[in-house]
């Protein structure tokens, strides 16, 4: 599985950015995606995750009503939507999948591969 994320950046507050997470190597079908994210000298942290077979999500609190969770099976993406920014949102941001999907879940021990990162920059 290979996972590419792209589409960070340096945003004022309240700003929007949309990431993409392009995903091959497999059929997803039976996966679900998460995003997740890390700033400097802090844990990674569950941001939103989303089944692939029926679009199922699931949230932080800390994001939910901000940011959305999407996926277009014709491309193989992932896209987290992320509006109304704020500069604790800063971090690297990570795309992950897990052949896991009875339940979505924010563990990130239960995500099989992980792409590289994006850097997700709010300024105040």
């Known amino acids: 599985v290979q996972l590419v994320e792209s589409g960070g950046g340096l945003v004022q507050l309240g700003g929007s950015l949309r990431l993409s997470c392009a995903a091959s190597?497999?059929?997803?079908?039976?996966?679900?995606m998460g995003w997740f994210r890390q700033a400097p000298g802090k844990e990674r942290e569950f941001v939103a995750a989303?089944?692939?077979?029926?679009?199922?999500?699931y949230y932080a609190d800390s994001v939910k009503g901000r940011f959305t969770i999407s996926r277009d099976n014709a491309k193989n993406t992932v896209y987290l939507q992320m509006n109304s920014l704020k500069p604790e949102d800063t971090a690297v941001y990570y795309c992950?999948?897990?052949?896991?999907?009875?339940?979505?879940?924010?563990?990130?021990?239960?995500?099989?591969?992980w792409g590289q990162g994006t850097q997700v920059t709010v300024s105040s």
């Open positions: 190597g497999r059929t997803f079908s039976s996966f679900a």
């Open positions: 989303i089944r692939w077979s029926d679009g199922i999500t």
């Open positions: 992950a999948a897990t052949q896991r999907s009875d339940f979505l879940t924010k563990a990130t021990w239960l995500y099989d591969s």
